[in-house]
């Protein structure tokens, strides 16, 4: 039985959600402010967690922020009435996975819930394989990525991603001398379609940048004007 953590503080909201996902098969553990849903979500393990943005104690941003530096793999997902698409990106920046707004549909929230699940076990099966072979390397010149032990290099010398730097990167080394469209990379690396309007992707390709050709005088990430971005050689 998958297990869930909702931090939620209007209890018809939990009444709601709890009975209807019980009745789907999933074991709920509830929370009614941040600070008990992070202490939660560090001392057990789950298979997902709901979060809401507006919660007592500590708001939910900060609770999916302190969680993400102890717990990179945990599905999150933001059900929250606060649905702009500054509040969206906030959201997807703290490292939430996916986001629903207020007010919602039962059928929709389940369907997206076991979206996330069988993405993470997906991942999760292939990642108990103790062998590492061909299949878990990626490279582009000198950049090493080691999708199994999320290491990566360049020039033997190793650099410090963040969970979203990683996933871009990877996207764009798997997708090498393609132009993508930021809305492209929006849905491969957050996992949504949203039409956003925001620069989240642009941001996102500078931090990369900044760390990836630190040190290099070859820059691998070139953007084409009007259209997106490509890895590719000077």
């Known amino acids: 039985m998958k297990k869930i953590l909702l931090v939620e503080d209007e209890a018809p909201v939990v009444s709601f959600i709890k009975k209807g996902l019980s009745e789907e098969g999933f074991e709920v553990s509830v929370a009614f402010d941040g600070k008990t849903g992070l202490k939660l979500a560090l001392e057990n393990s789950f298979d997902l967690i709901i979060l809401d943005i507006m919660l007592p104690e500590m708001n939910g941003l900060e609770v999916c922020k302190a969680i993400r530096e102890e717990n990179t793999n945990v599905p999150i997902l933001f059900l929250t009435a606060l ?46 394989q103790q062998k590492i072979d061909d299949k878990n390397i990626f490279t582009f010149l000198d950049v090493v990525i080691n999708d199994y032990t999320k290491k990566v290099t360049r020039a033997d010398e190793e650099i410090s991603l ?60 070139h953007t084409i004007i009007g259209m997106g971005y490509v890895l590719k050689e000077n």
């Open 83 to 128: 649905g702009t698409p500054e509040n969206i990106v906030l959201g997807l920046e703290n490292g939430a996975d996916d986001y629903l707004v207020k007010p919602f549909k039962f059928i929709e929230l389940v369907a997206r819930i076991k979206n996330l699940i069988r993405r993470i076990d997906g991942k999760t099966s292939k990642s108990t």
């Open 162 to 221: 963040t969970s979203t730097e990683f996933k871009l990167l990877l996207f764009f080394v798997k997708n090498k001398n393609k132009v993508l469209s930021r809305q492209e990379i929006l849905e491969a690396v957050w996992g949504v379609n949203y039409d956003l309007g925001t620069n989240v992707v642009d941001v996102y390709v500078n931090y990369l940048r900044k760390k990836i050709d630190l040190k290099s005088e070859d820059k691998i990430i």
